[in-house]
C-alpha cells in the first residue's frame, strides 16, 4: 500500500533591525544624513533548505535592490532540497543615500519554492545638512509660496513636514500640519486660536523644521538653569506641555 504525503512550503520571515535605531518623542526611527549612504540590516529565517532573496523596498522611487543568499553556494537550491539544512537568522546588509526626508523601508524574503514573507517595515529620517537655524517667522515666509523668494522647493518642504509629522505628537494628532497650507497657518499668526497655543505650535513647528533641514541636532545640548537637556529631550518635554490640557 503507498501513501502519499503533502508537504505545504513554510514561507520565510522578514525583519528589519532597528537596534540601532533612535527614539525620539516616542518613536522608533534610523537616522541619515543627506549625502551619507544609510546602511541597512535585514534577517530571514526558513526552516527550509531553500535559497532566500531579499528584496528592500526604500520608499523614495528608486529601483527595489535584490539580493540572493545560497543554502549551497554557487550553486541554486534544486526543487527537491537534497539536505536538511534550516536557515535560521540569514541576514543581509545593503546602504542607500536618500535625500533629506523621511521613508518608509520595505523588506520582504522569498524562498526558492516561491513562499513570500510578510513585509518588514521601518522608518528612516534623513537630515539636511544645513547649519543656520530659522525662526517661525522665516519658516512663515518660505510656506507662504506666494511670497516668490522660497529657499527651498515645495517638494523639500513637504519632506521637511513629512519629518515633523513623523516624530511629532503635537503635528497632526492636534493640530494639523501635514501640507505646506496647514503648516502655513500653524506659522501665521491667527486671532482665533489661542495665545499659548499659537506662539507654542509656531514655535515647535518651526523647531522640527530646523531639525529637518540639519539645523538643529537632535543631540545638540541646551542649558536651562542648572539643567542640561539635548534638543530631542527637550521638544519631547515643550510637546507634552502644549498637549496638557489641565495647563
Known sequence: KTT????????PT?????????????????????????????????????????????????????????VNPPVNDPPNSPQIKPRVNITDTVSHSFTACTRS?????????AGVSAPAHANVVVRGNETKAMDGGWWKDELDLTHGHQDHTATQVECYLDVANLLSNVFSEARPA??????????????????RVREMDKTLLA?????????????????????????????????????????
Do not use: M
Not at 501635514?178 to 495665545?195: F, H, R
Open 14 to 70: 522578514a525583519a528589519i533591525d532597528t537596534s540601532g535605531g533612535t527614539l525620539i518623542n516616542g518613536h522608533l526611527v534610523l537616522l541619515g544624513q543627506e549625502g551619507s549612504p544609510v546602511g541597512l540590516t535585514g534577517s530571514s529565517s526558513d526552516p527550509g533548505s531553500d535559497d532566500l532573496t531579499f528584496t528592500w523596498n526604500f520608499g523614495d522611487g528608486t529601483p527595489t535592490v535584490s539580493h540572493l543568499n545560497q
Open 4 to 11: 502519499t504525503a503533502v508537504v505545504a512550503n513554510v514561507v
Open 105 to 113: 523601508l520595505t523588506l520582504t524574503t522569498t524562498d526558492d519554492d
Open 178 to 195: 501635514s501640507t505646506i497650507a496647514e503648516g502655513y497657518v500653524v506659522l501665521k499668526p491667527d486671532p482665533q486660536v489661542p495665545d
Open 207 to 247: 523647531a522640527w523644521l530646523n531639525s529637518a533641514t540639519g539645523s538643529i541636532n537632535l543631540n545638540h545640548t541646551i542649558k536651562d538653569g542648572k539643567d542640561t537637556w539635548t534638543f530631542a529631550d527637550l521638544i519631547t518635554r515643550a510637546e507634552n506641555q502644549r498637549l496638557d490640557t489641565s495647563v
